[in-house]
């Protein structure tokens, strides 16, 4: 068991995505771990305040190597398009302006970053808000089409109660089970995202990086989890 968990850790950590993933678990668990043992300090030092330097220096490395990411993000909006023809409508209208919010999302935060380097003479604070709301934008809307979805798979449930095959109803509770999960870590990163926006808008600049860094570790297990569940039913 312990070889396989091992191969696991390596097969994810030789892709982008995977090893994304556990630097950004790593990320927001070193930020939780240093807010929580910092307390009310305005400057944390020692431990704490080395576990929040941490945590800041993986966000950065997690910025930089989103530098890439504009083409991947390109190849998936164009594959979608405007949505398989037999998708509910609403559906595909949710995740084409989704694709599109994270679209335009990259370049937004490359310019925040580059202006931050000196690259581009621009000030890079109405660059991060933009990115952070168009970031913001997309997950409320991932939100709205997993609702959706859940509303169709429950009234599916509903309707062939009885009259579907175990496997079909086992297949629909693990599509639902998938959507919750989702619609959770898609609202507590844009919890975290409200967080991040300029202060007046609804509770932004008020979490405690205890709080961030909790709200962003639930998504990133999650995302570990749903990840680790793909795979295995590929593999399967």
């Known amino acids: 068991m312990a070889a396989g968990a091992l191969g696991g850790l390596v097969a994810a950590l030789e892709s982008h995505r995977g090893r994304d993933r556990v630097v950004r678990a ?13 307390g009310p300090q ?5 431990l704490p305040g080395s576990l929040l330097a941490v945590s800041a220096q993986l966000s950065a490395c997690r910025t930089a190597l989103r530098l890439f990411d504009d083409f991947a993000m390109l190849s998936y909006s164009c594959s979608y398009g405007l949505g398989p023809k037999d998708e509910d409508p609403l559906v595909r ?6 694709n ?21 003479r ?20 991932g939100i709205l089409r997993s ?27 693990a599509q639902v089970k998938a959507e919750v ?22 509770w932004a600049g008020r979490f405690p990086p205890w709080l961030v860094g909790l709200l962003g570790t639930v998504s990133s297990l999650i995302g570990i989890y749903q990840a680790s569940r793909s795979g295995n039913s590929e593999s399967a």
Not at 26 to 38: D, K
Not at 93 to 98: C, N, P, Q, R
Not at 123 to 140: D, R
């Open 122 to 141: 621009v000030g890079s604070q109405k660059w991060w808000a933009l990115s952070t709301g168009l970031w913001a934008a997309a997950l409320l809307l």
């Open 26 to 38: 790593l990320c927001y668990g070193c930020q939780l771990a240093g807010g929580a043992l910092a």
């Open 42 to 46: 305005a400057a944390p030092a020692g």
């Open 100 to 120: 599109l919010a994270n679209q335009l999302y990259y370049p937004c935060e490359h310019v925040a970053w580059a202006a931050d380097a000196g690259v581009v």
């Open 181 to 202: 999960l989702s619609i959770l870590a898609s609202a507590a990163d844009l919890s975290n995202a409200i967080h991040w926006l300029p202060p007046g808008v609804l």
């Open 147 to 173: 609702l959706r979805i859940l509303f169709q798979l429950r009234r599916k449930l509903r309707q062939h109660k009885g009259t579907s095959s175990p496997l079909s109803q086992k297949e629909t509770k």
């Open 93 to 98: 209208g949710l995740s084409v302006l989704s």
